[in-house]
């Protein structure tokens, strides 16, 4: 067991806090294997303190000054930055087999079984399901798949312009070769589908293992009041009609993440590094506010690109409603 490990990566503060809150749920359901913690040369100090309390290895990625072969693929194309740093986790080969995990996932249960699993096996994406979705995938580290990787990278750039499009490329058997790659759709749940399949999500949803806060607006761009432990701006029986993973996620960072983050800012309020603002009362604003007025026009448009205001307006109580008086 100590050959196989949890693998995150966060480049920035922001999803620094995500990767804190996944490690917590990896921890709170007892997985016996290793976490690490990939982060970029940004993450601040603080942010790294509390990382290394809750992973077991928190490893500094930075591809500018790794060896040549990903240099120079971040020379020919420096729009994928971030996409370089994620395949870095083929690099970890004092492991075995490894899961990666994006910062923005949340585990509801314990997913040790995942392991039982071959290279490269990941759950179909809600947008277009003969592509896998990148944000959990089971993988063997390998600097000679990792080279390759690099060179498909640089050579073809990426059809999405992030790393889900390099993957795909490279691994491009995966929606026809062998079924036992494919990972059931609940570790990686993405809010998307519980819209896009409402009566699916219904009947299935609470097996969800993993939940994925796949999109522009992240948990950690909301705000959370950690007295009446309500998420800023969402209606109360949200909560009511499906599990509320948005609350969950903020649950978990207020009672297990922020005690940590104290620890390492004392008292002072948060704002630099991991909090903007002072968390006694309520978190912050969202970096990317919901448009509030928007013609039905606009939020077609919205729709089709894949930015539905989940939380909000499009939320799963407003499209339900919807639904509701259509039927009637
Ligand atoms: N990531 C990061 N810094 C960034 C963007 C992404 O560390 O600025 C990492 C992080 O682990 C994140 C993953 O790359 O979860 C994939 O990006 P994201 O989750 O934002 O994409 P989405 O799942 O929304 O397509
Ligand atoms: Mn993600």
């Known amino acids: 067991m100590a050959d196989q490990a949890f693998v995150t990566l966060a480049t920035t503060d922001s999803y620094a806090k995500g990767a804190m809150v996944l490690g917590m749920s990896l921890r709170n359901h007892n997985t016996s294997r290793k976490l690490v913690a990939m982060i970029g040369p940004h993450v601040s100090e603080p942010c790294r303190a509390v990382l290394h309390k809750i992973y077991d290895e928190v490893r500094l990625v930075d591809i ?12 020919k194309r420096p729009d994928l930055g971030v996409t370089f740093t994620k395949l870095h986790c083929w690099t970890l080969t004092q492991y075995s087999k490894c899961v990666f995990m994006d910062a923005d996932t949340l585990v509801l249960y314990n997913i040790d079984e995942l392991f039982e699993r071959e290279e490269f096996s990941a759950a179909p994406d809600p947008g277009w399901p003969d592509c896998f979705n990148s944000g959990v995938f089971v993988f063997r580290p390998s600097n000679e798949t990792y080279g390759k990787l690099l060179t498909t990278c640089s050579e073809d750039g990426s059809f999405d312009g992030g790393d889900q499009g390099v993957l795909n490329s490279f691994f491009s058997d995966w929606a026809t070769a062998d079924i036992s790659k494919h990972l059931p759709f609940i570790y990686n749940l993405s809010s998307i589908a519980i819209y896009t399949y409402l009566p699916a999500f219904k009947q299935y949803g609470h097996a969800a293992k993993v939940v994925h806060f796949l999109g522009k607006v992240k948990p950690w761009d909301y705000s959370y009041d950690t007295t009446c ?20 996620w903020w649950e978990l960072f207020s009672s297990s993440v922020l005690p940590l983050m104290k620890e390492e800012y004392g008292d002072q309020p948060f704002n630099s590094g991991c909090m903007e603002s002072p968390i006694h009362e309520v978190a912050k604003k969202p970096h990317h506010p919901p448009p509030t007025q928007m013609s039905s026009q606009e939020r077609k448009q919205k729709w089709e690109q894949g930015q539905a205001d989940y939380m909000g307006q499009d939320s799963f109580e407003n499209i339900e409603k919807k639904l509701d008086s259509f039927l009637k």
């Open 64 to 75: 500018l000054d790794s060896g040549d072969t990903a240099h120079l693929a971040m020379m």
């Open 229 to 248: 432990k309500t998420i800023k701006g969402q209606s109360q029986d949200a909560s009511d009609m499906h599990p509320n993973y948005l609350l969950k």
